[in-house]
């Protein structure tokens, strides 16, 4: 080893301003640390006394390098100890690594509490990144004693005492944000140990003070979107915006920790962070009408205010989601027989997270909502969905108030609506007036969208008060999805032009949505539904004043439903409306639903009488198909609707099939004789084929036990009678 390159870094070490950069100290530091011979004890203490990195006021970046070269020294000599061995009593690389490390240690003892945590902090992060856990636990134990001593030191879990802790400015960049060291030293500490103190083991943990802890990251959390402000950047969280991943990640590990070893305190502490989350989201769902402002479509790079938002979003997700993996599993006692029960519990945690997630819907619509299943990059954060149905699946979980208190808190908190419904292109003002309007829609739209899919997970608990009330004041108006050519008046900037399809997007998810919650209100009242209590009327096809009633059930509700669901699922059967594959599965579930409600007349088992509601929705779907034109611009239409009309057939009862059966053989002949141009007949004989394999797929797959024997016996005479069928199926 050249005596003049140590000799230059002694040097070095003994400046408190250095004349090489950074990087090139830490990697002499690390060459030379690895190579000591015969120990490196005696430069680990040199390192970690040096004027260079213990001058104050205290630097992140140079103790950012000095772990570092800790980190960077174990990987140098880890490849040493790999070359070929000696000779056969030569001591196994292993036991001479733990020896060397173990050296290493004894350096750092005596030094500088915050200079031992990023000395240590390296050494644990190399002795993870080479999977050596035999060799841990000493390092660890110094991280978590390092890490202790600087809180102590700053009055962290104390009260009073912290008052007699001497305090400096940290630096002249940052000290109007930071005043003073101790807040300074806190937070370079939290920086270091969010890098190492995962990989200690949780046993370890549990020594220090858990909640205190979490109080201290969740205020450097906030502090790196400058509480809610995404629009302008303070000095301290351009420090601290690097490091929000590690932080973050720190904060879900503590709560989580919290949680299982202080259950109470852990609920507590966890209640107290999503209350600090919430209250910035709800800022920075004030400064995002703001932000459309200027613009709409976020780009694709990895600054800006945009990416601000996305980075809150994965803070948020993935302190929300560790907690709640971790509150299900707190026994009630802790929560439901103490004091704090109404402030910090499973359900008052969700609740929170719902209503978070809520204030930042534009950012959750940037990835497909929470409902978006794709494979894009948009709609691929599958976190962000598990999260939001974990939180939902505790609310479902408990009574209904929770549950109802979020949908009236959801509903308070929406934006105000559009002034106008009509759609943009027939918007009139001042190009201003029409950009504000096309923001506020956006933020509106992206809201309900959130809600929308909430609702529909708790729709199994809500009251019918709720369901008939707030719930259908959302739904109705999404019912019918609003199509336009948009025409941007003389001033709109031309970036307008992509906020509209972002908003045609949207729109797409809240109509979609909308539906969703339509059918799993009819869903929820099947399992309960009593069969005997229902003397079906004519149906109407407004719900009308009836849903104000105090004394409607669910089952009331549902029965004035289906008629006017129907008639809604045939208006949204055009091109671009509900796909086919949802309009058959919107249109089977209604009419599995509406065979629920039988009338009470007397009726034998077998007669298709009492499902006259049932019926009533087959029975308008096929005047749908007959009143419609042979035209080409209503023949897709038409197909897609008799493709509707045979996949009932497995949500039919028995009673009703042979009637369902006849149609089918009637719409048959109906098609032969639709059409006599020779390219026609081919075009309807390829779709004929398409509706009869869907029949059959539904007959050989869907279609319950009780009514197999039927259809089978119906499906085998029809192929009988259509020989060309029955050669191509």
């Known amino acids: 080893m050249p005596n003049t390159a140590y000799s230059n870094l002694l040097q070095h070490l003994h400046r408190a301003q250095p004349t090489l950069p950074l990087e090139t100290i830490q990697s002499a530091l690390a060459f030379h640390i690895a190579n000591q011979s015969p120990l490196p004890t005696p430069l680990a203490a040199t390192a970690i006394t040096s004027p260079l990195f213990l001058t104050h006021p205290l630097n992140l970046s140079r103790l950012q390098v000095l772990s570092n070269s800790f980190r960077h020294a174990l990987h140098l000599k880890y490849t040493l100890f790999s070359g070929p061995r000696q000779g056969f009593f030569e001591r196994s690389n292993s036991t001479r690594l733990t020896e060397w490390t173990s050296s290493l240690m004894k350096g750092l003892q005596g030094g500088d509490s915050l200079l031992r945590l990023a000395a240590a902090s390296g050494v644990l992060q190399g002795l993870d990144d080479l999977l050596l856990e035999a060799i841990k636990a000493k390092v660890e134990d110094e991280v978590v004693i390092a890490f202790a001593e600087v809180m102590d030191q700053e009055g962290v879990a104390r009260e009073w005492e912290s008052e007699f802790q001497q305090t400096a400015p940290l630096n002249n960049s940052i000290q109007d944000q930071v005043p003073s060291l101790s807040i300074s030293l806190l937070t370079i500490s939290l920086i270091l140990a969010a890098q190492s103190l995962p990989l200690v083991a949780p046993s370890k943990l549990k020594a220090l003070p858990l909640a205190a802890l979490s109080q201290l990251l969740t205020s450097c959390i906030i502090e790196t979107f400058n509480r809610g402000d995404f629009l302008r950047e303070s000095p301290t969280s351009a420090m601290l915006r690097p490091h929000i991943a590690s932080l973050s990640r720190l904060e879900a590990f503590v709560l989580s920790l919290s949680l299982d070893s202080r259950p109470r305190e852990g609920l507590t502490a966890a209640q107290i962070t999503f209350n600090h989350l919430r209250a910035m989201a709800e800022r920075v769902a004030e400064q995002i009408p703001q932000l459309l402002a200027t613009t709409i479509s976020p780009p694709s790079t990895s600054t800006g205010p945009f990416f601000t938002l996305k980075t809150l979003l994965f803070s948020v997700i993935m302190i929300s989601d560790s907690v709640l993996s971790s509150c299900i599993y707190v026994p009630p006692t802790h929560y439901r027989l103490s004091a704090t029960s109404s402030l910090s519990s499973p359900a008052s945690l969700s609740l929170t997270t719902i209503l978070t997630l809520s204030h930042l819907s534009f950012v959750v619509s940037q990835f497909g909502g929470i409902s978006s299943s794709g494979t894009s990059e948009e709609a691929s954060f599958k976190e962000l969905r598990k999260t939001t149905y974990l939180a939902l699946d505790i609310l479902a979980s408990g009574s209904s108030d929770v549950p109802e208190r979020l949908l009236d808190e959801l509903m308070d908190s929406r934006s105000p609506s559009v002034a106008s419904n009509q759609p943009l292109g027939f918007r009139v003002g001042q190009p201003e007036t029409v950009a504000r309007s096309l923001v506020e829609e956006i933020i509106v739209l992206a809201q309900t969208s959130f809600a929308l899919s909430c609702v529909e997970q708790l729709v199994p608990v809500l009251g019918v008060k709720y369901i008939r009330g707030p719930v259908w004041t959302l739904v109705e108006p999404n019912l019918i999805r609003r ?247």
């Not at 908003?503 to 979609?512: A, G, H, K, S, V």
């Not at 509707?644 to 002949?669: H, I, K, N, W, Y």
């Open 483 to 729: 199509r336009h050519l948009y025409s941007p008046p003389s001033g709109i900037p031309s970036s307008d032009s992509t906020a509209e399809q972002f908003l045609d997007q949207l729109r797409r998810e809240t109509f979609e949505s909308a539906h969703s919650v339509v059918l799993a209100i009819l869903n929820a009242n099947v399992a309960t539904i009593d069969t005997s209590t229902y003397a079906l009327e004519t149906p109407g096809l407004n719900l009308g004043e009836d849903v104000a009633r105090d004394d409607m059930t669910l089952s009331d509700f549902c029965v004035r439903l289906v008629p006017f669901y129907t008639h809604c699922l045939i208006q949204n059967s055009g091109p671009g409306e509900l796909s086919t594959s949802q309009l058959r599965i919107a249109y089977a579930s209604l009419i599995r639903s509406a065979c629920n409600f039988v009338s009470s007349q007397p009726h034998e088992n077998d007669d298709p009488s009492k499902f006259s509601l049932a019926w009533y929705s087959m029975d308008e779907l096929l005047g749908a198909i007959r009143n419609l034109e042979n035209d080409e611009s209503h023949l897709e239409q038409k197909h897609r609707l008799r493709l509707t009309f045979v996949s009932c057939v497995s949500a039919l009862p028995l009673a009703l099939l042979g009637r369902f059966f006849e149609e089918v053989d009637r719409l048959d002949e109906e098609r032969k004789g639709s059409s006599a141009d020779a390219i026609d007949l081919v075009q309807q004989e390829h779709k004929r084929m398409e509706l009869m394999e869907t029949l059959f797929r539904e007959i050989s797959e869907v279609v319950g036990d009780r009514e197999k024997e039927f259809v089978l016996r119906w499906w085998s005479s029809f192929v009988t009678k259509n020989s060309t069928s029955k050669a191509k199926l």
